[in-house]
């Protein structure tokens, strides 16, 4: 009997075994024209680091070498998302290659501005499950705080980018977090909230500290995560002063948004040693994306460099439907196979779950390979990864 699966496992492993593409080195910062004299301290320095971001074209071009597709993106400036990349990145991309992973994710090509029939604003519907402001309740259990609309880099394939970006209008005021806050009191059910953005690790210590300290003094809230890529786009805003300030709220969890293992660098490592260190674990949160991640061999080198930085591969998104998308999305097939890849084949640890987020507000659905044959009375027949049978008797 001929076996779709087995030949499907003989493909991958040709796959697996192929090299990852040679891709250029980091470059040592002084290598780069606009940041030769830049002293280190001020390099390691977060703060100048924000300051210092690529925020246009001019400064992008002394960079790298635009393409005809990023000029175009780059004109564009009303109504996109915001332009920002740490000097710190901009040392990770291949300044040649249109196609390095790193670039794609951080700067604006035309086919940004193209909307595909079925893409949304707001596509998981936050905006409507929001009871207070700056807050989403979903799931019974837990809540999502959006805690500011600013992030370190703008992800070009960012999701919640109808709120986020570098406009000025942000809400800055003291008593800007009290209704949420007063609802998830008011709310003896959630015993998880869930800290996201804009990124909160670009807030400073003490306004994340007022925030994780009231959410703390909640007796039936049981744990606190953060949802950052700080630790990816900014690791040097990890300083012991913030380990130190998170360590005192433990429980706290984190979770990363890490997209390919060329983000995974000796400075990125360092700033999740201190996570780790101050008793944080460690989760991460890939997209999936066209042309960057959607190769099972580039997936099996992330999840296992995750592990050995100490980062528990979590979840693998389906690319939104987010407006301006489209030239990121790959078919489900795609990441069905990249779990049909990992699950067996690795270590479990380093199997992520794949899920779509219900576009409409649905929440997270997990997708991935089936692996029950047949199911009757009493009895289900199924298949390993190697594709071999199996009948179980309950
Ligand atoms: C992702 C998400 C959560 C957390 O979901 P988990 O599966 O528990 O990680 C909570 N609320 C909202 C609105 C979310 O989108």
Request: with cysteine; charged share 25%.
């Amino acid at each position: 009997m001929s076996n779709p699966t087995l030949t499907e496992n003989q493909k991958t492993q040709a796959e697996i075994a192929a090299p990852v593409r040679s891709t250029r080195r980091q470059r040592d910062y002084q290598q780069i024209s606009l940041y030769k004299d830049v002293n280190p301290l001020d390099w390691e320095d977060w703060h100048w680091q924000l300051k210092h971001r690529i925020r246009s074209k001019d400064e992008l071009s002394q960079i790298i070498k635009l393409t005809a597709e990023e000029e175009k993106g780059l004109e564009k400036d009303k109504g996109r998302l915001s332009l920002a990349i740490t000097p710190y990145w901009a040392t990770l991309i291949d300044p040649e290659d249109p196609t390095c992973p790193i670039r794609r994710q951080a700067v604006p090509v035309a086919a940004e501005s193209v909307v595909a029939p079925h893409e949304m604003v707001d596509p998981c519907a936050e905006d409507r499950d929001s009871p207070a402001p700056h807050l989403v309740h979903r799931y019974p259990d837990r809540v999502l705080l959006l805690a500011t609309d600013h992030c370190a880099m703008y992800c070009r394939h960012c999701t919640r980018r109808r709120l986020v970006g570098e406009h000025e209008k942000e809400d800055n005021s003291a008593g800007k977090f009290d209704a949420a806050i007063e609802y998830i009191k008011s709310n003896k059910k959630v015993r998880d909230v869930l800290i996201s953005g804009g990124d909160p690790l670009t807030l400073e210590d003490d306004v994340l500290e007022s925030l994780v300290s009231r959410i703390r003094e909640i007796s039936h809230v049981e744990f606190l995560r953060i949802g950052t890529r700080v630790p990816v786009t900014l690791p040097q805003r990890i300083t012991e002063g913030l380990a130190n300030m998170l360590k005192k709220y433990s429980p706290i969890w984190m979770s990363i948004h890490f997209n390919h293992p060329k983000e995974i660098t000796k400075r990125c490592k360092l700033a999740c040693d201190m996570l780790s260190e101050a008793g944080i674990p460690l989760g991460s949160q890939s997209v999936l994306l066209k042309g960057i991640n959607d190769r099972p061999y580039i997936m099996k080198k992330l999840v296992h460099e995750l592990l050995q930085i100490r980062v528990r591969p979590y979840y693998i998104y389906q690319c939104d439907p987010v407006r301006g998308t489209q030239h990121f999305r790959t078919p489900v097939a795609v990441g069905i196979n990249i779990i049909e890849k990992l699950r067996g084949h690795t270590s479990g640890y380093a199997v992520p779950t794949y899920v779509i987020d219900g576009p409409g507000g649905g929440g997270k659905i997990p997708i991935g390979p089936n692996y029950i044959l047949s199911q009757a009375k009493g009895k289900y027949v199924l298949r390993n990864y190697k594709g071999k049978i199996y009948t179980y008797l309950e």
